[in-house]
C-alpha cells in the first residue's frame, strides 16, 4: 500500500501501525482523510484502500475486505439462510431475523 507520507510502498501491516490522529483525537486516513474515532474501525477502514481481502467465503475460493462484504456474498450467491423460523419455517441470514 501506498504511503503519501513517505512516498514509499509498505506491506498493510506496516501502513495500519502508522496511525494519525487529528486535532480532534480522531483516527485520520492519509488516503481520503475520513476520521474513525475508534483504532478498529480505522483498521477495517484502511482495509478499504488496500488489496488484502482478510475474509475468506467458507463456500467458495472468494476473498473479501470485510466481513459484511463476505456475508453479502454468501446470502446473494450461495443463497445461505442458516436461520429457520419454527413457526412458519421462513428463512433468515441473521438470527435477528427470526424476532
Do not use: W
Amino acid at each position: 500500500m501506498y504511503c503519501p507520507s513517505t512516498g514509499k510502498s509498505r506491506p498493510l501491516n506496516q501502513f495500519i501501525s502508522l496511525r494519525v490522529l487529528s486535532s480532534d483525537g480522531k483516527f485520520l486516513c492519509p488516503e481520503c482523510g475520513q476520521k474513525c474515532k475508534h483504532q478498529t474501525s480505522f483498521d477495517m477502514h484502511m482495509l478499504l484502500h488496500s488489496d488484502a481481502r482478510p475474509f475468506p467465503c467458507h463456500y467458495c475460493e472468494e476473498s473479501f475486505r470485510s466481513n459484511g462484504e463476505m456475508n453479502r456474498h454468501i446470502r446473494l450467491v450461495h443463497k445461505l439462510q442458516p436461520y429457520v423460523c419454527h413457526t412458519c419455517g421462513m428463512d433468515f441470514f441473521l438470527k435477528s431475523g427470526l424476532k
